[in-house]
């Protein structure tokens, strides 16, 4: 299976040589997070638990890596950048594109957190919220595009992206050679595709997605990308709730993912409140959702296994924690 693999992954959108690549581009404008490494035991778990803090990079998410290296990539016209985003993404698009000098305008779901949106326009980005589901808002966002001339940053099909969100398994590799196994939540598969295309099966990545919005684990089901609809009805889907996995995420995920897990709202509330009271650490729940699959024993580590988990996104009301 090995040889197999290594064989394919040349025709990969994404590779370890193009996320080493990223992490040399957006060096001088990312926060290098810390780790927390859990006490033995910690949470009933009988695993060595190392907590990645990615919520600690700037605008409060991994978002930021990916829109620093598609900017970085390739020349940005005057019109700027448009992305469409539950929130994070366009943080980060915003984030960067403002440290950059570049323009930035970013649609958002009607769905998006009130608090994200402050963030948005926080950062200079010219703010649209419209439609229900995200499928619309990413609509409306490529008709404004196409209209100005904007280049587009996609918050996860794109191969810039994905290496650039990559770069947080690099770095956690770095500051924990010794893991077996890393639990990545999913939403439209651009973190967990970059993510896998470093690891390259050195060590297991396995994906956390909400019940109600397994775009990651149908696809794997189906053989392909489908189309899961637009429920949002995860209290996640504001991060988690891609109504359809990116294509490129799909194409890096059946070669390297090794499986994927599910959670339910219940899980994820327990989790951000297992943050907080354990760590005092403040999470939003698409952030907590891979805590919450190890919490819940969604994903059972084997005895000792040494277990990454990316804690990602913290763009939330801390009265929601605490309530």
């Known amino acids: 299976m090995q040889t197999e693999t290594r064989t394919s992954s040349s025709q990969l959108p994404v590779t370890r040589a193009d996320v080493e690549a990223a992490a040399q581009r957006i060096a001088p404008y990312l926060r290098l997070t810390p780790v927390l490494f859990l006490e033995p035991g910690a949470f009933g778990v009988d695993a060595r638990i190392t907590l990645k803090l990615e919520h600690l990079q700037h605008t409060g998410s991994f978002k930021a890596r990916g829109a620093f290296n598609a900017l970085l990539s390739k020349p940005v016209p005057d019109a700027g950048v448009i992305a469409a985003s539950g929130g994070n993404h366009g943080a980060g698009v915003a984030f960067a594109a403002r440290a950059l000098g570049h323009r930035a305008e970013i649609f958002v779901p009607e769905i998006a957190p009130a608090v994200k949106i402050e963030r948005l326009k926080s950062y200079g980005a010219l703010v649209t919220v419209t439609g229900k589901h995200f499928s619309e808002t990413a609509a409306a966002a490529d008709a404004r595009a196409a209209e100005t001339g904007a280049r587009m940053i996609h918050a996860f099909n794109q191969p810039e992206v994905m290496a650039g969100q990559g770069t947080v398994a690099r770095e956690m590799q770095t500051q924990d050679p010794g893991l077996d196994t890393v639990l990545v939540a999913v939403g ?127 763009n939330t009301d801390p009265a929601r924690v605490l309530s």
């Not at 392909?224 to 504001?238: F, H, L, Q, T, W």
């Not at 070669?255 to 760590?279: E, F, Q, S």
Request: glycine content about 14%; aromatic content about 6%; charged content about 25%.
């Open 188 to 314: 439209g598969g651009g973190l967990i595709g970059g993510m896998a295309a470093w690891f390259e099966r050195r060590v297991r990545v396995v994906g956390v997605e909400p019940v109600d919005s397994p775009s990651l684990a149908r696809a794997l089901e189906a053989g392909a990308p489908v189309d899961i609809g637009g429920s949002n009805k995860s209290i996640a889907s504001d991060s988690l709730g891609a109504s359809r996995v990116g294509d490129r995420a799909f194409d890096v995920a059946k070669v390297y993912l090794d499986h994927v897990v599910l959670v339910d709202d219940d899980a994820i509330r327990a989790g951000v409140r297992g943050l907080w009271d354990a760590t005092r650490l403040v999470a939003e729940p698409g952030g907590s959702a891979a805590f919450a699959a190890l919490l819940s024993g969604a994903y059972k580590p084997a005895p000792e296994e040494r277990v990454g988990v990316l804690v990602c996104g913290a």
